[in-house]
Structures are given as structure tokens and as C-alpha cells.
């Protein structure tokens, strides 16, 4: 986290008119009635484009498996500082099949204990947050272990995670109450 309170509250209930409930209702639907959502509802507009490219990065349409995925999102939410990615991701990392002890390697990036597929995926997404590019030797790397669509997924998802989180971080969302701070996340 980087702010103490946020500088856009998520809408309350009582905040929200017809088209920004149009786009909260199916997220309480699915259980996912996030603080997120509620606080991309303020500008109805932005929301429908950001779900729609949001949407395929988590799908089943990403090349990448669920897991290798997160692995990117993870690193990428811990390098940006954003705590609430973080705090989210977490769990969702864990159902994609990351242990607690990957999660918590994240954190420190490429090395021990990760394969050189999983290094690769945490080089690249160290250089694309830092140089906002991939590193001739990291690309090179990336490429040994996945298919040309893979790459570009994970450009994409580094990309639009780091999005996210720059969003995250800049309006001072705060977290759901599901979810708790990591400590090192708290860069405030």
C-alpha cells in the first residue's frame, strides 16, 4: 500500500447510479464485489474497456497456463509496490497451484528455487516493469521456453498488470476486507 486513504473512494451502494450498477451487479454476482471495481465504476466508460482486456488476460484464451500467469502478476504487483495486487493475487495464485513457499520466492525473483522456464518468466517480468522492454538476454530466454503467443501474452499480462497496479497505487484503493497486508507491501 502507498497511501494512508484513498484518493478516489470506491462507491458505496447508495454511490452508485444506474450504469455504474450495470457494472457492479454481475461482480457481486460472482462473488467478486471488489473495491476495484467499485472504484473503476467512477468512470463507467474506462471500467468497460479495462474488463474487456482484463477479461482475456485471465482466461482460458491466455496462452500461458493459469499458473505461469501468476507467477507474472505476482512479480509484477510485489516490483510495482501495489499491495492491494498483491493481496489479491495471492489466493489466486495458490488455486493456480503456486505453494506458499513460490509465492513467498516471488518476492526475491529470478534464482533459487525456480526452474529456468519459471526464471524466465520473472527476468522478463523484472525488465519490462524496470526498462518497460525485455532485455536481449531475457527474450532470450522467455523464447527457449515458450511459443511465440505465450511471449506476447506475457507482455501483455505484465503490461496490463502493471497498468493495474499503477492505478491501484495512484487512487490509494483499499483492500477488501478478505484479504490482509502483506508487510512488505506496505510501503507507506
Known amino acids: 500500500m ?67 500467469r501468476e507467477i507474472l502478476i505476482l512479480r509484477t504487483g510485489f516490483t510495482c509496490g501495489s499491495g492491494y495486487e498483491w493481496s489479491r493475487h495471492v489466493r489466486i495464485g495458490q488455486h493456480a497451484g503456486l505453494t506458499d513457499a513460490e509465492i513467498d520466492a516471488i518476492k526475491r525473483g529470478p534464482g533459487d528455487p525456480w526452474s529456468d522456464a519459471d ?38 499480462t505484465v503490461g496490463q498488470y502493471a497498468m493495474v497496479s499503477t492505478f491501484l497505487n495512484s487512487a490509494g484503493v483499499p483492500l477488501d476486507g478478505d484479504v490482509t497486508l502483506d508487510a512488505e507491501m506496505d510501503r507507506r
Not at 454481475?26 to 476495484?36: H, K, L, S, T
Not at 524496470?130 to 506476447?152: M, P, V
Open 2 to 68: 502507498r497511501l494512508n486513504s484513498p484518493r478516489l473512494a470506491p462507491l458505496t451502494d447508495a454511490e452508485l447510479d444506474t450504469e455504474a450498477e450495470a457494472l457492479v451487479a454481475p461482480m457481486r454476482a460472482q462473488g467478486r464485489d471488489y473495491n476495484v471495481f467499485r472504484t473503476l465504476a467512477r468512470h463507467p466508460a474506462a471500467m468497460k474497456a479495462f474488463m474487456g482486456f482484463a477479461s482475456y488476460i485471465l482466461s482460458h484464451e491466455n496462452s500461458l497456463a493459469a499458473r505461469e
Open 119 to 156: 526464471n524466465s518468466l520473472l527476468r522478463a517480468a523484472d525488465s519490462m516493469v524496470a526498462e518497460h522492454f525485455i532485455d536481449e538476454s531475457a527474450w532470450q530466454a522467455l523464447s527457449r521456453h515458450f511459443s511465440e503467443h505465450q511471449c506476447i501474452d506475457a507482455i501483455l
